[in-house]
């Protein structure tokens, strides 16, 4: 559960992505053979198994009108909310905060 007492799915900008090309009819091969991508990189991004740099997303603005400033920051918002969820992360912090409390 998140911080606001419900459970929270983080939300991938490929997901957005993956949404325009099918509300546009747009095939992933087809788009991604237009504009030079490979489909893989492509799927994977649409999927939320790869991430979407600043250069792809400026790419998709051109493409599709999509603000790549948005894309970037919801990645980074992504990402932040993985890492708080990542166990290892949280013992990790949990025993800096131990030893910070002495300082």
Do not use: W
Request: some cysteine.
């Amino acid at each position: 559960m998140g911080n606001l007492g419900y459970p929270f799915r983080p939300y991938h900008p490929g997901e957005l992505l993956k949404e325009e090309l099918e509300c546009r009819h747009i095939k992933q091969k087809e788009f991604a053979t237009k504009f030079g991508i490979s489909y893989t990189a492509l799927n994977e991004i649409l999927n939320g198994r790869r991430s979407v740099s600043t250069d792809f997303a400026l790419l998709m603005e051109a493409a599709l009108g999509v603000n790549a400033d948005l894309l970037v920051r919801l990645q980074v918002s992504y990402n932040m909310q993985i890492a708080r969820q990542d166990k290892k992360l949280i013992k990790k912090f949990n025993e800096i905060r131990k030893i910070t409390a002495f300082l």
